[in-house]
Nanobody
């Protein structure tokens, strides 16, 4: 079965950190461009950060630049999102997605991709 599974979400205080993981099973992640997306209640899903197949190119939405870092370990079939200096407005369900033959820029802008995970809840609150 081909799937992506996210983990690492939780409840954290403002200013805290979390690291999300996205593990692929049933397929080899290194051939795919990967993106992290989030959806807050009542809002559209947005692309947060995306990374190329090699990890050499990345893209971030302006609101997380300097705070979030995307990385990938193709040997472990895993992509990470390190989130620092978290703010209440970062509260959302976070999803990872994988797509073939797409640029990093297009990955973060488009909302239809080959594979999606089930999501992990991130709540930033005091």
């Amino acid at each position: 079965q081909l799937q992506l599974v996210e983990s690492g979400g939780g409840l954290v205080q403002p200013g805290g950190s979390l690291r999300l993981s996205c593990v692929a099973s049933g397929f080899t992640l290194e051939y795919y461009t990967i993106g992290w997306f989030r959806q807050a209640p009542g809002k559209d899903r947005e692309g947060v950060s995306c990374v190329s197949r090699s990890g050499g190119a990345t893209k971030y939405v302006d609101s997380v630049k300097g705070r979030f870092t995307i990385s990938r370990d193709n040997a472990k079939n895993t992509v990470y999102l390190q989130m620092n200096s978290l703010k209440p407005e970062d509260t959302a369900i976070y999803y990872c997605a994988a797509d073939l033959g797409i640029t990093v820029q297009d990955m973060c802008v488009m909302n239809r991709h080959d594979y999606w995970g089930q999501g992990t809840q991130v709540t930033v609150s005091s």
